[in-house]
């Protein structure tokens, strides 16, 4: 059977982790999301581990080539039918060094998924969002708590988290626009690029990045 290298991009708020949960169980494909890679490769007791344990303890950030070098660590190991991956590449240089690492191994990116959304729908969405310490999340139109301000299933107080502020949102959607959306257009002339529109339900999304991802695998298997 060939390979499903695939990966999911999108701006912040656009569902890649509801959409990616539901591609890589429908899929049989390890789901590699940087952040928690990086968290679980810290907290392994081996080299690189520790590397990256120094590094975050001294207060320094994590470089490209380590991320990159922990994430085909795990291609090696899980991913010889292919991959799902969410959060790398996210700029020029990172789609280079995955580029360069899959090369020198035969292999290639199958295709790369981008679920689209508006900037006035994203901003809506996520500063919208309500959070109790537990973790049980709301939205103040799409999924408000029956008394406001407070949870549902526990009664803690809810607050909006520091990523989720308007003033957050629109940084982190500059970011987006500025170092991740080129690389859609790169992608887009390599003929890989399969657009989703996001602003449809989860299960219509879902839906339509599965009969994708089918005609992908129908096709590199003629
Ligand atoms: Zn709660």
Redesign the pocket.
Known sequence: MSELNLILIGPPGAGKGTQAERLYKHFDLPYLATGDMMRAKRSEDSDLGRRIDTIINQGGLVDDAIVCEVLIERIEREGDDGFLLDGFPRTAGQADMLDGALERRSRSITAVLLIEVGDAIIEQRLTGRR??????VYHLDNNPPEQEGV??????P?TQRDDDKPETVRKRLATYHEQTEPLAERYEDQGLLRRCRGTNSPDAVAEHLRKTITTLRLESDV
Request: glycine residues 16%.
């Open positions: 959070t109790c310490p537990s973790g049980h949870c549902d299933e526990d009664g803690e809810l």
